[in-house]
């Protein structure tokens, strides 16, 4: 049946094939913050130049390439047509719009300031972009280098070791220890069938499904998250981009005209570790009784000194989100350096590895080899 012919029978059965491609494109398509940056900074300009809202929704909407926002701004402007609030529309897509992104929109609208508030939500997400792509990146160099460094020892183990095994039994030599290890490695590899392997296999993923559901417990995250804050190397890292995502969302929230307690709430539904959250969750609390920022986030042992120091002298100059713009700019820099210098320290890391890995293989073939020269 051709192409036609099928559209004509599926539409004489009720369906719509057009209709049913676009679905499945917007379930497929996935919200990057690169597309909600790029839509805001759009959006901003057309508003900032006189164009009335819907044309600039209706607009964007026709040049949007990702289905899923591409629907979800159709009907956006749909309901701005009809009279209905940008932010209350929004709320209808919680997919593709969260929490921050709708509360700046709302700040935006009742202070009349749209256009600034889009402009400086598209700025603040490229930061967050830009900061994630950096440690994604700094990330994919070990995983790599590790793959291909198992791979290596895996094929050298299964393929090469068998060789010499069989030429260490001819001579008859005492094996040295490694020399057994590494053959009973070997050995477990290529036995067939595989049912050694199935059970180890199945072990480690029996533990990746107990980890899983460990860490979906709320004692559980907020366990692996305060392990993950100590980290070495990565510790320091993971602090600093909490930090920094904080302060330039806090900040941006206060600067829109968002109140601090739904500001705090949504900072700490994005902060991206349970420990920061209970942290500024504490600090939201104290704040309704009265107390201060600075002070009930220093008693959460999770934010640096220099943090909340910066941020008590906020408090008392009375600009804190300046000064909480301020400080997310300068944990945005460490955190660019601390990439850097994660990035430095893996280099030689892996190599060690890398070479101990290899290493290892060639000294347990050696290894018999120098106790037959000795005995000769």
Avoid at 153 to 172: H, K, S, V, Y
Avoid at 330 to 338: G, I, K, L, P, S
Wanted: proline letters at 4%.
């Amino acid at each position: 049946m051709t192409t036609n012919k099928l559209k004509t029978h599926s539409r004489k059965q009720g369906f719509d094939i057009k209709k049913i491609e676009e679905d499945i494109n917007v379930a497929l398509a996935q919200i990057t913050v690169k597309d909600l940056a790029i839509f805001a900074r759009q959006f901003a300009a057309m508003f900032n130049a006189g164009i009335a809202m819907a044309r600039c929704l209706s607009v964007l909407s026709e040049q949007c390439d990702n289905a899923r926002l591409k629907r979800a701004l159709t009907t956006i402007r749909a309901d701005v047509e009809e009279g209905n609030a940008l932010s209350e529309s929004m709320r209808k897509f919680p997919e593709v719009f969260d929490m921050l992104f709708i509360s700046m929109v709302s700040a935006g609208e009742v202070g009349g300031v749209l256009d600034e508030v889009l402009e400086r939500l598209a700025v603040m997400m490229e930061k967050n972009h830009k900061t994630e792509s950096e440690i994604k990146s700094a990330m994919s160099y070990p995983k790599t280098v590790l793959f291909i460094a198992l791979a290596v020892f895996f094929a050298m183990t299964i393929f090469l070791l068998p060789t010499f095994a069989g030429i260490f039994e001819q001579i008859g030599t005492e094996l040295p220890m490694f020399t057994v290890i590494m053959l009973s490695i070997s050995d477990f590899c290529t036995t067939w069938p595989p049912i050694p392997q199935a059970i180890v296999i199945g072990s480690l993923f029996a533990l990746s499904l107990a980890y899983q559901a460990f860490y979906k417990t709320p004692a559980g995250r907020l366990a692996m998250d305060k392990i993950f804050l100590k980290l070495p190397l990565f510790g320091p890292l993971i602090e600093k981009s909490a930090v920094a995502r904080f302060c330039t969302i806090f900040g941006s929230l206060t600067r829109a005209g968002v109140p601090i307690m739904n500001s705090l709430e949504i900072v700490r539904d994005v902060a991206g570790n349970q420990a920061i959250a209970n942290a500024i969750e504490h600090a939201r609390n104290e704040i309704q009784q009265g107390g201060l920022i600075s002070l009930a986030l220093q008693e959460g042992n999770v934010f640096p000194n220099l943090a909340i120091q910066m941020i008590a002298i906020g408090e008392e100059s009375g600009e804190l989100d300046k000064m909480l713009m301020k400080v997310g700019a300068f944990y945005e820099t460490e955190v660019e350096e601390a990439v850097k210098g994660l990035t430095s320290a893996l280099e030689p890391m892996m190599i060690v590895v890398v070479g101990g890995i290899v290493a290892s293989v060639l000294l347990s073939m050696y290894l018999p080899m120098f106790k037959v020269f000795e005995s000769l």
